[in-house]
Nanobody, 123 residues
Framework: QVQLVESGGDSVQAGGSLRLSCAASGYSSYCMGWFRQAPGKGREGVARIGSGGGVTYYADSVKGRFTISQDNAKNTLYLQMNSLKPEDTAMYYC??????????????????WGQGTMVTVSE
């Protein structure tokens, strides 16, 4: 049974940092990603990383502030978020795709999803 369990969401002030974690089990993926969904908005891709960790992609809105990484020994995906802004407020989801990250560019390419962890950034 595939399980993706996120943790690390919290309420922080603008300029602060958080690290999200996603513990994965029961599945080997070519591409892992983080998505987010702000209240009243659609789910958008934030970052994704290939199974070898050497290939990463970021949304323009988070480039230079967020870093995606993974620890294959622990089967855990991370998202380090620095210089947080109020517009980063959203539910953050971990997701897994059976395709390589160069192909898995949209939400529809990700088959398995976690339940989400909430990040709230205040002024």
């Amino acid at each position: 049974q595939v399980q993706l369990v996120e943790s690390g969401g919290d309420s922080v002030q603008a300029g602060g940092s958080l690290r999200l974690s996603c513990a994965a089990s029961g599945y080997s993926s070519y591409c892992m990603g983080w998505f987010r969904q702000a209240p009243g908005k659609g789910r958008e891709g934030v970052a994704r990383i290939g199974s070898g960790g050497g290939v990463t992609y970021y949304a323009d809105s988070v480039k230079g502030r967020f870093t995606i990484s993974q620890d294959n020994a622990k089967n855990t995906l991370y998202l380090q978020m620095n210089s947080l802004k109020p517009e980063d407020t959203a539910m953050y989801y971990c997701a897994a795709s059976p395709w390589s990250c160069s192909v898995a560019g949209t939400r529809a390419d990700f088959v398995y999803w976690g339940q989400g962890t909430m990040v709230t950034v205040s002024e």
